[in-house]
């Protein structure tokens, strides 16, 4: 295969669900001539509280499928599968494996002031302790406070967005980030991005968040630059989505994270990959 057609392969982006859309977003805002292939595992959504080796497995799985699809890097958008399952797949395929963790601590790291850095997510993403790592690969200094979030999600996917609710739940689980004094707050789930309104309303305006997509969006096109597999231009570009589970429920709700029409979408089986991991 030559060079030019091997940049010209879509990038390939799986998540446990609907999530990973705002990855997706703004890979389209800061991409837009490369095509897409989304994996979404609605049926075993969420990975949050699956077991680590359970984890692993579904997203090998995920990754088996988009090498099946001709893509020239994939991106694990699930920051629990991220903290989980990154270096595993690396090992396992021959082509780039990026994971949301890196480029977020990354980020946090040059934006705090006071050294002081909190991190919320799913409890597997906090347990795991993968973004306290990271943030203290690049300074070993800085202070981090944790704090899992699970009713976000639910609450993201119903929806309620600016809800009273929504910020009553947020109040409960941030005060204890909120007296730490932390300056900067990680944005450990890729649904939290679309509660940054709620999130600035409870922690104060001087807040910085950092969004763990927005970041991995400069990271993939670093990387495909320096790789040379940037795709020239929008000929043949293409955006294609598929489902473990019935679409129906994806196109309605990943419409609002994903900020355009979800068209040509598929449901799959992915159970005949177990025996191939």
Known sequence: MDHTSLADRPIGIFDSGIGGLTVLRELHRQLPAESTIYLGDTARVPYGIRSPETVKRYSLQNSMYLMEMGVKLIIIACNTSSAISLYSIRNALD?????????????????????????????????????????????????????????????????????????????????????????????????????????????????????????????????????????RDNKNTFRKYYVTDSPERFIAVGRRFLGEPIEDITSIELTSLEMAI
């Open 95 to 231: 082509i780039p494996v990026l994971g949301v963790i890196e480029p977020g601590a990354k980020a946090a790291v040059t934006a705090t002031r006071n050294g002081t850095i909190g991190v919320i997510g799913t409890e597997v993403t906090i347990k795991s302790g993968a973004y306290r790592r990271a943030i203290h690969s690049h300074n070993g200094g800085v202070v981090v406070y944790e704090q899992c979030c699970p009713l976000f999600v639910p609450l993201v996917e119903e929806g309620w967005l600016n809800d009273e609710i929504t910020e009553a739940v947020a109040r409960k689980y941030l005060k204890g980030l909120i007296r730490s004094g932390i300056d900067t707050l990680v944005l450990g789930c890729t649904h939290y991005p679309l509660l940054k309104g709620v999130l600035t309303k409870v922690m104060g305006e001087g807040i910085v968040l950092i969004d763990s997509g927005i970041e991995k969006a400069k990271n993939v096109k670093n990387i495909l630059k320096d790789l040379n597999l940037l795709k």
